[in-house]
């Protein structure tokens, strides 16, 4: 990694790389305790240490690959795969304590409602499934999802009963789940490939194709401003846990097949829209996946395609 390109007095630090995983890492999520999660291709999903970079526990559900992880509010894990399977692990009892079947292909996306009572996974098939996480009951199926979407689906933080997520052609889709409808269609200046609500739920941030991140009002659905600066499409944006930052991470590029890539996090001023710091990478297979702040704010975490989880330090 080469050093920062800070913007002003904000800083933005590499911290460690984590090298456990043998395979692709998919998507990083912290838990309430600080607890940080990494769901990959190799066919675990890890717990880490973020202050030592240590390994807690490798979880192991099916021998298949995992492409996501989630924490709800209260400290519970759910993570799905290859096989369609949506698996919830209980740190409290120390074991998987559920697996929830609907989907006929892999699983690319979950996330937690506000208050934990309901999950939502969505397959590779082109449905979300809705979950009590009482009783693990199918609560109901939501239809026309892009295919593939790693971040692309997220629970409103003020509500129980808000989803968006990515519609087929790169639309930003908003279900109301009393409603069972689509109360908002969402578009960006080009194909939308994730999104994230921010902690009050009043705004969305979606990361586009040509690089750029559209930030809507979530309550009407008109758009607030446009984040310019990538260079290649925005693979995953996350904002911070006081909602005045969000950072985000391309997919890179490469000059040519042989030449190592470009891939790049930045931070951003959520009120004024302004780049805060850059960081650019050079690794063989560039890319930065699912993006996560530290309960506190105090680290990023994501995942990448050269099988490793990376840590920064954002003071």
Same mark, same amino acid.
Request: aromatic share 8%; hydrophobic share 40%.
């Given at each position: 990694?080469?050093?920062?390109?800070?913007?002003?007095?904000?800083?933005?630090?590499?911290?460690?790389?984590?090298?456990?995983?043998?395979?692709?890492?998919?998507?990083?999520?912290?838990?309430?305790? !600080?607890? $940080?999660?990494?769901?990959?291709? *190799? #066919?675990? /999903?890890?717990?880490? %240490? +973020?202050?030592? @970079? &240590?390994?807690? =526990?490798?979880?192991?559900?099916?021998?298949?690959?995992?492409?996501?992880?989630?924490?709800?509010?209260? !400290?519970? $894990?759910?993570?799905?795969?290859? *096989? #369609?399977? /949506?698996?919830?692990? %209980? +740190?409290?009892? @120390? &074991?998987?304590? =559920?697996?929830?079947?609907?989907?006929?292909?892999?699983?690319?996306?979950?996330?937690?409602?506000?208050? !934990?009572? $309901?999950?939502?996974?969505?397959?590779?098939?082109?449905?979300?499934?809705?979950?009590?996480?009482?009783?693990?009951?199918?609560?109901?199926?939501?239809?026309?999802?892009?295919?593939?979407?790693?971040?692309?689906?997220?629970?409103?933080?003020?509500?129980?009963?808000?989803?968006?997520?990515?519609?087929?052609?790169?639309?930003?889709?908003?279900?109301?789940?009393?409603?069972?409808?689509?109360?908002?269609?969402?578009?960006?200046?080009?194909?939308?490939?994730?999104?994230?609500?921010?902690?009050?739920?009043?705004?969305?941030?979606?990361?586009?194709?040509?690089?750029?991140?559209?930030?809507?009002?979530?309550?009407?659905?008109?758009?607030?401003?446009?984040?310019?600066?990538?260079?290649?499409?925005?693979?995953?944006?996350?904002?911070?846990?006081?909602?005045?930052?969000?950072?985000?991470?391309?997919?890179?590029?490469?000059?040519?097949?042989?030449?190592?890539?470009?891939?790049?996090?930045?931070?951003?001023?959520?009120?004024?829209?302004?780049?805060?710091?850059?960081?650019?990478?050079?690794?063989?297979?560039?890319?930065?996946?699912?993006?996560?702040?530290?309960?506190?704010?105090?680290?990023?975490?994501?995942?990448?395609?050269?099988?490793?989880?990376?840590?920064?330090?954002?003071?």
């Amino acid at each position: 990694m080469v050093p920062i390109i800070p913007n002003n007095a904000s800083r933005l630090h590499a911290l460690r790389t984590l090298n456990e995983h043998s395979h692709i890492t998919w998507s990083t999520a912290f838990a309430p305790d !600080g607890t $940080l999660a990494s769901a990959s291709y *190799d #066919g675990t /999903v890890r717990l880490w %240490d +973020p202050p030592t @970079g &240590q390994v807690i =526990q490798t979880l192991r559900a099916n021998g298949g690959s995992f492409y996501c992880v989630a924490w709800s509010s209260e !400290g519970v $894990l759910a993570f799905g795969g290859d *096989d #369609g399977m /949506v698996w919830i692990w %209980d +740190p409290n009892l @120390g &074991q998987l304590v =559920q697996q929830l079947q609907g989907h006929t292909q892999k699983v690319t996306s979950v996330a937690f409602s506000r208050t !934990g009572s $309901l999950l939502a996974s969505s397959g590779y098939e082109g449905s979300i499934w809705i979950w009590n996480t009482d009783d693990g009951q199918a609560a109901g199926v939501v239809r026309g999802v892009e295919q593939g979407s790693l971040d692309g689906l997220a629970f409103s933080p003020r509500d129980n009963r808000t989803l968006a997520y990515i519609g087929i052609g790169g639309s930003v889709e908003v279900w109301d789940l009393s409603q069972r409808a689509v109360v908002r269609s969402l578009r960006g200046a080009s194909e939308v490939g994730c999104i994230a609500f921010s902690p009050n739920g009043r705004l969305l941030a979606g990361g586009c194709n040509d690089g750029t991140i559209q930030l809507w009002d979530a309550i009407t659905g008109q758009s607030v401003r446009s984040l310019q600066g990538h260079a290649a499409s925005v693979m995953s944006v996350a904002f911070s846990p006081d909602g005045q930052l969000i950072a985000s991470g391309d997919k890179g590029q490469q000059c040519d097949h042989w030449s190592p890539g470009l891939e790049t996090l930045r931070l951003w001023n959520v009120s004024t829209g302004k780049c805060l710091s850059t960081l650019v990478g050079f690794v063989s297979l560039p890319g930065y996946f699912g993006l996560a702040f530290s309960p506190d704010g105090g680290l990023i975490s994501a995942g990448c395609l050269d099988n490793t989880v990376r840590l920064w330090a954002t003071s």
